[in-house]
């Protein structure tokens, strides 16, 4: 079984900055890649950012140059920088913990940007 724990939501004005973070724990050695998806209000989920294991990324375009993943794999933790935040960014945000075989979510947090 595996846990993600998210934190670092919340309600920031636009341009702000928030960092969250999602603390995996139980089976997680086989652990291919972490990432960030979000969702907002009657869309449907989005990926944001992905990191694998030997640290390589990826990003949504509309995230590019303003938001930054990274992972402690000592602390088992993944983070995500999100810098010059704007109202669009509003949603909640998901962890995922991608294994061989199937994907593990965390609860999410809301992010929201007010204008």
């Known amino acids: 079984q595996v846990r993600l724990a998210e934190s670092g939501g919340g309600l920031v004005q636009a341009g702000g900055s928030l960092r969250l973070s999602c603390a995996a724990s139980?089976?997680?050695?086989?652990?291919?890649?972490m990432g960030w998806y979000r969702q907002a209000p009657g869309q449907q989920r989005e990926l944001v950012a992905t990191?694998?294991?030997?640290?390589?990324?990826n990003y949504a375009d509309s995230v590019k140059g303003r938001f930054t993943i990274s992972r402690d794999n000592a602390k088992n933790t993944v983070y995500l920088q999100m810098n010059s935040l704007k109202p669009e960014d509003t949603a909640v945000y998901y962890c995922?913990?991608?294994?061989?075989?199937?994907?593990?979510w965390g609860q999410g947090t809301q992010v929201t940007v007010s204008s």
């Open positions: 995922n913990a991608q294994f061989p075989t199937n994907d593990y």
């Open positions: 139980g089976s997680i050695f086989s652990i291919i890649r």
């Open positions: 990191i694998t294991r030997d640290g390589s990324t």
